[in-house]
C-alpha cells in the first residue's frame, strides 16, 4: 500500500465532450482525504459540454477548444499545449469523442488512461451495450485501460462487470453500467498513478533490469531481494530496500567506487541518494526509488555499472564488447 500522505499527488487532466458524469466522479474522488491524484484542467472539444459548466463551478481550470475547421493534427496539438501548460503528469479521457493521432498518444505513453463501456477485448467501439444485449451476453461493463494508437486496445488497468437484467435496454444498461463507471475510474487512476511509490512495483522494474545483465541472479540477502553474479564466487552488485534499517525510503543499494564519491554524490543530490546503514561505509549507495520524476535510465546505469564492478573480466569485457556494438 503506498503512503499516499508522504507521497505528492498526481496532476491529471481530463478531457471530456458530454456530460462530464466521469469527470465529476474523478474530481469528488480526487477531495477525499487521502487521495493520491488532483485535477489540475477539464479540457473538452465541445464548448457547450455540460461537464465544462461544472467544472468551473467547482473551481477548476476549463478549457474549451472546438475542434471546428481546424485539422486533426492541429486540434490535438493545441490540447497537448493546455494540458502540459497546467502541469499535468497525467490524463484521462472521460468521454471525450475523438480519435486522436498517433502522435498525440505517443507524446502521452503510459501516461494516458481511458474508459470504455465494455468489458474489453469486447465490444470495441460504439454500441457497446446494444451489441452486448444482441449477443446475449448475461454481463456488459466498463474498462479503464491505457491508451495506445489502436482504439480501445491498450493494456487493460481495470474491470467490473454490470448483469444484463431480462428486458434490458441499451439505455437500461448504460445507466446501471454508469454507475459501475464512477466507481471504478478514480480507484484505477488512483492505483495507477501511486504504482511508482509502491514497493511491489517498483522491485519488480528493478528485478527486471537486474536480471537483464548477463548471467545475473537473485538471491535473498538478509530477506531483501539482491542479484548477484551467477555460479560459486558469485558477488552481490545489487539490493533492492524497502524502507530497511529505519531507512524512510525504498531504494535500491549498489556500488560506487568508494566512500568519497558516494559522499559527493549524496552532498549533491540528497533528494536521490543516501547513505545505506552497514553498507554505507563501503562505499555502498542508496538510490532512492519512491520519488517524484525518477529517471529509470540513470537506474538502469547503476545497475551496470555495479555489476561491472563485480563481474568475472570475461564477462564484463563481452558487455563492453556488445555495447560498443
Ligand atoms: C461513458 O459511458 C464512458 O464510458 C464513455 O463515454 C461516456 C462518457 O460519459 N467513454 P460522461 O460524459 O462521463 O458522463
Not at 186 to 201: C, N, T
Not at 299 to 325: F, G, N
Amino acid at each position: 500500500m503506498a503512503d499516499f500522505a508522504r507521497t505528492p499527488k498526481a496532476r491529471v487532466a481530463v478531457l471530456i465532450s458530454g456530460a462530464g458524469s466521469n469527470m465529476a466522479a474523478l474530481l469528488y474522488a480526487s477531495r477525499l482525504p487521502g487521495a493520491a491524484y488532483e485535477i489540475v484542467l477539464v479540457a473538452s472539444n465541445d464548448p457547450d459540454a455540460a461537464g465544462l459548466a461544472l467544472a468551473d463551478a467547482e473551481g477548476l481550470e476549463t478549457c474549451a477548444l472546438s475542434h471546428k475547421g481546424m485539422a486533426r493534427a492541429e486540434h490535438d496539438a493545441a490540447m497537448d499545449a493546455a494540458i502540459r501548460a497546467s502541469g499535468a503528469d497525467y490524463v484521462a479521457l472521460a468521454g471525450y469523442m475523438r480519435i486522436l493521432t498517433d502522435d498525440f498518444v505517443a507524446k502521452w505513453r503510459g501516461r494516458m488512461l481511458n474508459i470504455h463501456p465494455s468489458l474489453l477485448p469486447k465490444y470495441k467501439g460504439l454500441d457497446t451495450h446494444a451489441r452486448a444485449i444482441d449477443a446475449g451476453d448475461s454481463h456488459g461493463g466498463v474498462s479503464v485501460h491505457l491508451v495506445t494508437p489502436e482504439l480501445d486496445a491498450g493494456e487493460v488497468l481495470g474491470q467490473l462487470p454490470v448483469a444484463i437484467r431480462d428486458g434490458d435496454t441499451a439505455d437500461d444498461l448504460a445507466a446501471r453500467v454508469r454507475l459501475a463507471e464512477h466507481q471504478l475510474y478514480p480507484r484505477v487512476l488512483g492505483e495507477y498513478v501511486s504504482r511508482a511509490y509502491r514497493a511491489d512495483w517498483l522491485l519488480e522494474q528493478v528485478r527486471t533490469r537486474a536480471l537483464a545483465l548477463p548471467e545475473a541472479e537473485e538471491r535473498a540477502s538478509h530477506g531483501a531481494p539482491g542479484w548477484r553474479t551467477a555460479g560459486k564466487s558469485g558477488k552481490y552488485f545489487a539490493y533492492f530496500n524497502d524502507r530497511h534499517h529505519g531507512s524512510e525510503h525504498i531504494a535500491l543499494l549498489v556500488k560506487t567506487s568508494g566512500p568519497d564519491e558516494m559522499e559527493s554524490l549524496i552532498e549533491r543530490a540528497p533528494e536521490a541518494y543516501f547513505k545505506p546503514a552497514f553498507y554505507g561505509a563501503s562505499g555502498w549507495i542508496g538510490v532512492i526509488l519512491d520519488r517524484p520524476g525518477l529517471d529509470w535510465q540513470s537506474v538502469e546505469d547503476w545497475l551496470e555499472r555495479s555489476w561491472a564492478a563485480v563481474a568475472p573480466k570475461r564477462l564484463a569485457s563481452l558487455q563492453r564488447a556488445a555495447a560498443e556494438l
